[in-house]
């Protein structure tokens, strides 16, 4: 055990995390150079393509350190992005010490102090990486300062790097021997093990990622989840070695796989304990908290023959993300669907662009929606996340939104600005924090509902993609939300209502309203589209009446294409959706929603 270390990499995205990763892994001769491909362990092809890592994989390594001794080395790869917050927690849970990646030109920022926290939670030890050297805008001096000065870390012990050039590599991995610990543990006590990971493998099913804590595990033991309860067997174990390496047994302080006849990550929970069931642990490995969503949508498929494919593309991907959730849901605007829950933004991005992208199915979102408490006069508590179950306004006592604890980095030119940005977004409380070398933390609380909508971008554009975000949920307050309804012709269109604080009503009602009258073709008759409170309006546009002859422009004559023009006028109305007695298209409710 004294040969083994357990550490992850932890970076603010773009850092260089997997670029460093690769290297180490060539360095171990983990891969032979043949088989090679810069991100070995980013292997879906959204992440590739993104360049970030979304789903975390686990390699272990031989390294023949300078002391002469061959040391295991299990590097645990966590996603990046605060979506994924919680199998950051699961990965940094099977570790002792962590990497910190800081980029030599970016020097530390939001996530960068964010999973710093996260990984002082769980006692890990910290060695700090300083990576892109060979950058002409490197600045290793001033970056060591802020590791002293905003992460408290020993700025001597950070290691510059070039995970590009590969210079500094072999320090890396002295440093991870002499200056990350060992693990402990029992080999001989009852099995405790965390299953920080998952994945689906068409042949073997779910291969579970699992560091033993206490105790040693072998083939055709019989399994229990602590937390879910069910038992499983082993059919085998072993290390991630880019394939699965099968082992005779893995034993405290190891970190492996495991193959038990699970059918879908759904049937078991990321995060749970296992135990043996002759020889039960008497308790979970403590801080077991399961995937919370807190975004929502509704997911239709364009067209309503896809259905059967968007099912079949959802229970899919659902094998493989335990955090996804869905249900049957339903529009009169645009048929069946599905409920679906998200752990944040970048997730519902991420499983929005692989249906469309691996399955190839048109889609329409609503849109994304936090999940808001009632108190209803009744005495009643509900739980709403979707506007067609938003109770009559009469009948709400009060209602509460989640809100998050955002921090903002920032230089300090732009801190006006950002506070602005904040404020506009319904922030309650602002501090400022002066870092070093101008840089400016401001640590806002707001509502989660009010970052949903382009938040990130806007931050982006005015700091000019100098600030930094990340956030953490604190509580849920009370709030003054509203239902707007979008009427067409005054019939309500479900699919585009939406829950709102009541002074952001107005101005989303009025964009909706005038990308509707945009979108919708003009008809014979003069069409009101209204957004509405109630029975109260609050917006409204108007598309005035015309009448669209297609074969106006043909002098009487050629019969046979004045056919064929009103043959593709009428395929042209198959594209559309009837309300009452007007036709919308369905990409008026995929421009307006994306529009948002
Ligand atoms: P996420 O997966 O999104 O968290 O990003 P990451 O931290 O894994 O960063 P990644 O390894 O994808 O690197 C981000 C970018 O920086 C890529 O374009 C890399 O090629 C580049 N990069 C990484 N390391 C170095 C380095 O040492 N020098 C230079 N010049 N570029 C680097």
Redesign the pocket.
């Known amino acids: 055990m004294k040969l083994i270390r357990n550490f992850c990499i932890i970076?603010?995205?773009?850092?260089?995390?997997?670029?460093?990763?690769d290297r180490l892994i060539q360095a171990c001769g983990g891969v032979t150079q043949r088989d090679f491909h810069d991100?070995m362990l980013?292997s879906m092809d959204i992440?590739r393509e993104r360049?970030?890592?979304i789903k975390s994989n686990t390699v272990t390594l031989e390294y023949t350190a300078k002391d002469g001794n061959l040391y295991q080395l299990n590097l645990i790869d966590t996603p990046?992005?605060v979506d994924f917050s919680h199998e950051v927690r699961r990965s940094l849970m099977a570790c002792e010490g962590a990497l910190m990646?800081v980029d030599a030109s970016q020097g530390v920022e939001a996530q960068t102090v964010a999973n710093l926290f996260l990984a002082m939670e769980y006692d890990l030890e910290l060695l700090p990486v300083i990576?892109?050297?060979?950058?002409p805008a490197a600045n290793v001096d001033r970056v060591r300062e802020e590791i002293d000065a905003d992460l408290g870390l020993d700025p001597f012990a950070a290691i510059p790097?070039?995970?590009?050039?590969g210079q500094g590599i072999e320090d890396v991995l002295e440093g991870i021997v002499h200056h990350l610990p060992p693990p402990t543990g029992d080999e001989s006590a009852p099995v405790k093990a965390l299953v920080f990971d998952a994945f689906f493998d068409k042949y073997r099913g779910v291969i579970l990622q699992v560091r033993v804590m206490e105790g040693t595990l072998k083939p055709r033991d019989t399994i229990h989840f602590m937390h879910s309860d069910r038992d499983f067997t082993i059919d085998e174990l072993g290390y991630n070695q880019f394939k699965l390496n099968p082992k005779k047994k893995l034993s405290a302080g190891e970190v492996g796989y495991i193959v038990a006849g699970v059918k879908s990550v759904q049937d078991i929970e990321i995060g749970d304990t296992i135990t043996i069931l002759d020889r039960p642990a008497d308790a979970p490995i403590p801080g077991y908290q399961p995937a919370k969503q807190v975004v929502f949508s509704s997911v239709y498929p364009m067209s309503t023959d896809e259905y059967q494919d968007l099912t079949k593309a959802l229970e899919k991907l659902a094998i493989n993300d335990a955090a996804l959730t869905y249900e049957k849901d339903s529009s009169a605007a645009l048929g069946f669907g599905f409920r679906c829950g998200f752990l944040g933004l970048l997730h519902l991005d991420v499983i929005q662009e692989r249906l469309q992208r691996e399955f190839d199915i048109g889609l329409v979102i609503s849109a994304p929606s936090v999940k808001y408490q009632l108190m209803l006069k009744n005495g009643e508590t509900l739980e709403v996340d979707n506007p067609s179950y938003w109770p009559d306004p009469s009948t709400i006592d009060s209602a509460s939104e989640p809100y998050i604890r955002a921090q903002i980095l920032t230089p300090e030119e732009y801190v006006g600005p950002v506070m602005e940005l904040c404020r506009e977004h319904r922030s309650e409380s602002q501090t400022m924090n002066y870092l070093s070398a101008g840089r400016v933390e401001v640590v806002s609380e707001m509502p989660l509902g009010e970052v949903l909508f382009d938040f990130y971008g806007k931050l982006k554009m005015i700091t000019r993609g100098y600030g930094s975000f990340d956030y953490e949920p604190v509580e849920y307050r009370k709030t003054d939300i509203v239902k707007v309804d979008i009427l067409v012709n005054k019939e309500p269109i479900d699919a585009l209502a939406y829950l709102v604080h009541r002074d952001k009503s107005r101005a989303r009602a009025l964009h909706y309203c005038e990308q509707l009258a945009e979108e919708i073709p003009r008809h014979q008759f003069k069409i009101p589209i209204q957004g509405a409170i109630g029975g109260t309006i609050i917006a409204r546009a108007t598309i005035a009446p015309y009448r669209k002859d297609v074969t106006a422009k043909l002098y009487g004559g050629d019969v046979t294409r004045k056919k064929k023009l009103l043959e593709k006028q009428k395929k042209g109305k198959a594209k559309m959706k009837q309300f009452g007695s007007v036709n919308i298209p369905q990409k008026a409710f995929v421009s307006v929603l994306r529009a948002d």
């Open positions: 970076a603010h995205i773009d850092h260089g995390k997997s670029t460093l990763a991100q980013d992440e360049g970030i890592t990046g992005h990646v990576n892109k050297i060979d950058l790097v070039s995970a590009k050039t």
